[in-house]
């Protein structure tokens, strides 16, 4: 079995006309798993199916995976590595195919074992990086995800002698992206996908994540379609709109409402792919028929909103993010290498991000407008490009409260400025 080409899919959907929409779904029984895919290429939308892991094998601890499974413990993901083979073939048979790509979703710094697993049943698409896998999970030195991460885009780019075409999607669009401006996530996911290209992956996509502006994120994909046409002419790429990854509104109709946005913005700005969330996201794992109505919903969005791309260059955020960018390019031949420099001298630094290979000295706040601005640069060089304002540093009371304006946002909305926009849900 050697692949069905995710990236393609996405680019044939796209070229007629249709936004490809995904669920964040892993569940450890191997026949929910299979009934949530079946589920996901059945909704009434253009899908691709998701096989999310566990915690357990995200983070290489495998005899606790494998003992859960041998129990009958439920985990909060698919544990690929811990199912043998032929389960996760019983999985996917008659399910995965040409006209219905599978993509394994896991957070790990170390995939190579995740990889491998995918790999042995027919699976040739992932996603991740070596910085946004790192930073914001856990305290894996930074040297070490890199080092890992080289070793895996060669790993999975070997699928090209059986014929197949690898997918890697960056994280980076999403690195703690709660009160990160947006410029800094552009930078990151690019020079992840770059990253990803360097070491032989040829079919990519690149994530961004919704903010707190919908103006703001339409020039943060534009910005990121920028730099792509630039640097990677020769490269097979797409990119994924995220819905809010922060706290989602606790109301029915605010989720759908901010949902909807995230549909819009994917489609206005070009991009290819969304990955959806549902109406539980604030209080617990949604179901399937949760996920599904997701999909639906965004489709039918995406269905009725007109393509609207924004010129790339002449924003603040491609200014911004372009400086990060070429600040790292010039570091040093070798991406990786260029990398832990830019993290070691401060000129990459994730806002309010507390692993020892993060600078720590940005800050950022979300002005009255909505939008993410810079508190902070630290040492980031982007002196007489940002707009600093340093009197709106935010305090650790004023940070609480920050993370939570989205779903107060939308939440703050009546049930009429959504409920006449929305499809039939069940």
């Given at each position: 079995?050697?692949?069905?080409?995710?990236?393609?899919?996405?680019?044939?959907?796209?070229?007629?006309?249709?936004?490809?929409?995904?669920?964040?779904?892993?569940?450890?029984?191997?026949?929910?798993?299979?009934?949530g895919?079946?589920?996901?290429?059945?909704?009434?939308?253009?899908?691709?199916?998701?096989?999310?892991?566990?915690?357990?094998?995200?983070?290489?601890?495998?005899?606790?995976?494998?003992l859960?499974?041998?129990?009958?413990?439920?985990?909060?993901?698919?544990?690929?590595?811990?199912?043998e083979?032929?389960?996760?073939?019983?999985?996917?048979?008659?399910?995965?195919?040409?006209?219905?790509?599978?993509?394994v979703?896991?957070?790990?710094?170390?995939?190579?074992?995740i990889?491998r697993?995918?790999?042995?049943v027919?699976?040739?698409?992932?996603?991740?990086?070596?910085?946004?896998?790192c930073?914001?999970?856990?305290?894996?030195?930074?040297?070490e995800?890199v080092?890992?991460w080289?070793?895996?885009?060669?790993?999975?780019?070997?699928?090209?002698?059986?014929?197949?075409?690898?997918?890697?999607?960056t994280?980076?669009?999403?690195?703690?992206?709660?009160?990160?401006?947006?410029?800094?996530?552009?930078a990151v996911?690019?020079?992840?996908?770059?990253?990803?290209?360097?070491?032989?992956?040829?079919?990519?996509?690149?994530?961004?994540?919704?903010?707190?502006?919908?103006?703001?994120?339409?020039?943060?994909?534009?910005?990121?379609?920028?730099?792509?046409?630039?640097?990677?002419?020769?490269?097979?790429?797409?990119?994924?709109v995220?819905?809010?990854?922060?706290?989602?509104?606790?109301?029915?109709?605010?989720?759908?409402?901010l949902?909807g946005?995230?549909?819009?913005?994917?489609?206005?700005?070009?991009?290819?792919?969304?990955i959806?969330k549902?109406?539980?996201?604030?209080?617990?794992?949604?179901?399937?028929?949760?996920?599904v109505?997701?999909?639906?919903?965004?489709?039918?969005?995406?269905?009725?909103?007109?393509?609207?791309?924004?010129?790339?260059?002449?924003?603040?955020?491609?200014?911004?993010?372009?400086?990060?960018?070429?600040?790292?390019?010039?570091?040093?031949?070798?991406?990786g290498?260029?990398?832990?420099?830019?993290?070691?001298?401060?000129?990459?630094?994730?806002?309010?991000?507390?692993?020892?290979?993060?600078?720590?000295?940005?800050?950022?706040?979300?002005?009255?407008?909505?939008r993410?601005?810079?508190?902070d640069?630290?040492?980031?060089?982007?002196?007489?490009?940002?707009?600093?304002?340093?009197?709106?540093?935010?305090?650790?009371?004023?940070?609480?409260?920050?993370?939570?304006?989205?779903?107060?946002?939308?939440?703050?909305?009546?049930?009429?400025?959504?409920?006449?926009?929305?499809?039939?849900?069940?």
């Amino acid at each position: 079995m050697t692949g069905v080409g995710f990236g393609a899919f996405v680019r044939r959907a796209h070229d007629a006309g249709r936004l490809v929409v995904q669920p964040r779904m892993g569940m450890s029984s191997p026949e929910l798993m299979r009934a949530g895919l079946l589920a996901t290429r059945n909704a009434t939308a253009t899908t691709v199916g998701t096989i999310t892991l566990d915690s357990y094998t995200r983070v290489g601890d495998l005899e606790s995976a494998q003992l859960a499974v041998l129990e009958g413990v439920a985990l909060n993901g698919y544990p690929i590595v811990s199912h043998e083979t032929a389960t996760t073939l019983r999985v996917l048979d008659g399910i995965h195919g040409a006209g219905f790509p599978v993509q394994v979703r896991h957070g790990s710094a170390a995939p190579q074992h995740i990889f491998r697993a995918l790999m042995s049943v027919g699976l040739d698409a992932s996603e991740g990086g070596p910085v946004s896998y790192c930073l914001p999970y856990g305290r894996v030195p930074l040297r070490e995800s890199v080092a890992h991460w080289a070793a895996s885009c060669e790993l999975l780019a070997g699928l090209r002698e059986s014929g197949a075409e690898p997918h890697l999607e960056t994280f980076g669009g999403c690195v703690l992206g709660q009160l990160c401006p947006p410029s800094l996530l552009v930078a990151v996911s690019f020079l992840e996908a770059l990253f990803f290209r360097r070491h032989g992956i040829r079919s990519i996509s690149l994530s961004y994540a919704q903010q707190t502006d919908p103006g703001q994120d339409a020039e943060a994909v534009a910005a990121l379609r920028s730099l792509c046409a630039r640097y990677l002419p020769d490269t097979e790429w797409h990119v994924v709109v995220y819905a809010y990854m922060g706290l989602y509104p606790e109301t029915e109709e605010g989720a759908y409402r901010l949902l909807g946005k995230a549909a819009e913005l994917a489609v206005a700005s070009g991009s290819e792919r969304l990955i959806v969330k549902t109406v539980a996201e604030s209080r617990r794992i949604p179901t399937v028929a949760e996920n599904v109505a997701a999909l639906e919903y965004a489709a039918t969005v995406a269905g009725r909103t007109a393509r609207a791309p924004l010129e790339g260059t002449g924003t603040q955020t491609y200014a911004e993010a372009s400086a990060l960018v070429n600040a790292v390019l010039e570091l040093d031949d070798d991406l990786g290498a260029a990398l832990l420099t830019a993290f070691a001298e401060g000129r990459l630094d994730v806002p309010y991000c507390l692993h020892p290979d993060n600078a720590g000295f940005s800050r950022s706040y979300i002005d009255a407008d909505g939008r993410l601005r810079w508190a902070d640069i630290g040492k980031m060089p982007l002196n007489g490009i940002a707009d600093v304002r340093p009197a709106q540093g935010i305090t650790s009371a004023g940070l609480l409260e920050s993370l939570s304006y989205v779903r107060r946002s939308y939440d703050r909305y009546g049930p009429e400025d959504t409920r006449a926009a929305e499809p039939a849900r069940p």
